[in-house]
């Protein structure tokens, strides 16, 4: 009785054994399987990191090239040139990658640094709902502020009150830049009418003629 006893103990044990081994190795194999997924999908996200800084890289040298090219033989940008409808490729990585590239005549824009013009203001005021005076903040920020310049148009969501929000930028950064060309004879932005938009012609137009249905008609027929 005893040792009946003492094997239904035994066997009871070893059955607890095989069961809490079984259990370990389920419970191991279970994470040898999401630590392999694991590893597998970040070796293939870094391959996606790598093809697609190579498919940036080749659509910025694509821009590049292009745009040296005709600079050779015409310096005037305007909206007929093959670079304003930008550049695609999809024939990389045997067809799996694709770069779409898109140029942005930062002459068509109004310069924030334009510290020679003193009708800045009232440009950037027709470039959105803004006050007079809330575009003249927009400068006295980047005067007083920023000592005398804004290092990247994004920049302009720190002046308090005019450009706090997300939304508002949007509206304006299209049409702002701080890396177009400064003619330091007499410290004035140009502006490029061939491939200005037309809120920014209305915007360079309306101190010249000083009424706003007049400017709105001048963009649109220099678009035209």
């Known amino acids: 009785m005893f040792a009946k ?15 809490g081994t079984l259990c370990v190795l389920t419970l191991l194999t279970i ?12 070796a293939e996200n870094f391959n996606y990191s790598i ?13 590049i090239a292009a745009l040296k090219s005709q600079a050779k033989s015409d310096f005037i940008w305007s909206v007929g040139d093959s670079w304003y409808s930008g550049y695609s490729d999809n024939s990389l990585f045997s067809g799996s990658g694709t770069y779409n590239v898109n140029i942005i005549d930062d002459q068509s824009q109004i310069n ?26 927009i ?25 706090d929000k997300n939304e508002s930028y949007d509206d304006f950064k299209d049409n702002i830049t701080v890396h177009s060309y400064i003619n330091t004879s007499n410290n ?13 012609l209305e915007g360079v137009l309306s101190w010249v003629v000083d009424n706003d249905e007049k ?7 220099i678009i035209s």
């Open 5 to 19: 006893c003492y094997s239904n103990k035994k066997k009871g044990f070893i059955l607890i054994m095989v069961v």
């Open 188 to 200: 004035r932005v140009p502006i490029n009418i061939n491939t200005a938009p037309k809120r920014v």
């Open 51 to 63: 093809k697609a800084k190579y498919l940036a890289e080749a659509g910025i040298n694509k821009a």
């Open 31 to 42: 994470t040898f399987s999401v630590v392999n997924r694991l590893e597998f999908k970040s």
């Open 215 to 221: 400017s709105e008609s001048l963009a649109e027929a």
């Open 139 to 163: 400068i006295d920020y980047r005067d007083n502020t920023l000592g005398g310049a804004f290092e990247t148009k994004e920049q302009i969501k720190q002046v308090p009150g005019v450009i």
């Open 112 to 137: 924030l640094n334009d510290t020679g013009n003193p009708n800045l203001a009232r440009m950037l005021q027709y470039l959105k709902d803004i006050s007079y005076q809330e575009a003249q903040d």
